[in-house]
């Protein structure tokens, strides 16, 4: 099990960036598909996007596509969840997620076993 820390969250107007960064506890994500997924309250837990470590492949939820990029870093220590021109419904908990095998399966919460404990992001008007 390795032990997930979601940052960057905060408040933004409509229209705003944010980056996340999600870092595993004394370790690095060689070998483990990774994922940022979101909670809005009364809602479920929904993906956003995942990235294989082991090949450059990444999936989006229709909402995030052209918005919103996923990445990892070339020392493979911290992944990214870069959010542009954001609006109020993105509101939610972002949630990063690890599972060790280096190639996303599926790109759903009951995939993976890791989780961090989730950066607020709120959007205003």
């Known amino acids: 099990e390795v032990q997930l820390q979601a940052s960057g969250g905060g408040l933004v107007q409509a229209g705003g960036s944010v980056r996340l960064s999600c870092t595993a506890s004394?370790?690095?994500?060689?070998?483990?598909?990774l994922g940022w997924f979101r909670q809005a309250p009364g809602k479920e837990r929904e993906r956003v996007s995942c990235i294989s470590s082991g090949a450059p492949t990444t999936t989006y939820a229709d909402f995030a596509k052209g918005r919103f990029t996923i990445s990892l870093d070339s020392t493979k220590s911290t992944l990214y969840l870069q959010m542009n021109n954001l609006n109020q419904e993105d509101t939610a908990i972002y949630y990063c997620?690890?599972?060790?095998?280096?190639?996303?399966?599926?790109?759903?919460?009951?995939?993976?076993?890791?989780w961090g404990q989730g950066t607020q992001v709120t959007v205003s008007s």
């Open positions: 004394g370790a690095y994500f060689n070998g483990y598909a």
């Open positions: 997620a690890a599972k060790l095998g280096p190639l996303v399966r599926k790109c759903e919460p009951s995939f993976y076993t890791d």
